[in-house]
């Protein structure tokens, strides 16, 4: 041991314990984690066999055939034990399938136990290559280093793929870039179910990453493509929040449209970022759409740099 390195020890020590005393300083990363570590999974029973399980992240679509399971998503990784327990109450039969909507670990970190149980992992080829490389995504304070290659996605697609399983077709579509530049949609057309990964959050700011490849353009254009998807009896399971039907992607949509106008009045205004966060163009839309992990400011700032 060098004395350079004595010396730094009691200061890195103690910034640790802070940063462990402190939930204020706990990253978005790690609110995230502790959340699925700590709560119980809840599953929705929706229809045609499809099902919702929330609590593990992002929200994930179970649809149960005869010959086993097809998921959308697969939370994060300290749930495996939960969401098992969960999918054997929905059936003893096998996973066969899932689908990764996009790369973040909300909807990825449980590859590995997935892939161990015996399922083929479907992923839009820019979710596979995110997934091998490095990304450092500063509004969650984290940087994610490449998932091993028994973990990643099985099968890339870069266009439309119809699936039939059991008495439904699962389709499956990609977005244009939105949220990322891998989001993905999965349609069950017997079942009438929509998942819309996390072009969709119901009832809450998204997050929409740049650095991924995403943009507030995108996902406006995402939003819209979900309600042409999306008929009257449809049941849409959204990345985040509740289980919605189309009137609550219309909200979203319209939501997105209204704050993306007014960061843009701001900014061709020549506003700073700051002073366009000063005029608060979320103000009316925070009660409803501000109280997870994104609040209005830091939405204001998502679509200020995308405009
Ligand atoms: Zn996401």
Redesign the pocket.
Known sequence: MTSTYRRAMPALAASALIALASGASASPYSVINHAAATSKIKVHALRGGVSMLEGSG?NIGVLVGPEGLFLVDTGIAVSEAKLKTALRGLSRKPLRYAVNT?W?W??TDGNGWVRRAGAQIIAERHTLDHLKHTIRVEEWEHTFTPVPAKDLPTQAVQAEKLVAFGSDRVRIRPYMPS??DGDLSVYFEKADVLAT??TFWNGVYP?I?YVGGGGIDGAIKAADANLAMAGPRTIIIP?HGPVANRADAQAFRDMLVTIRGRVAKLKAEGKTLAQAQAARPTADFDAKWGQSIINGQLFTALVYRGV
Request: hydrophobic share 10%; aromatic share 8%.
């Open positions: 992002g996009h973040h909300d909807h949220h990322t990964g996390d997050f990453d990345g």
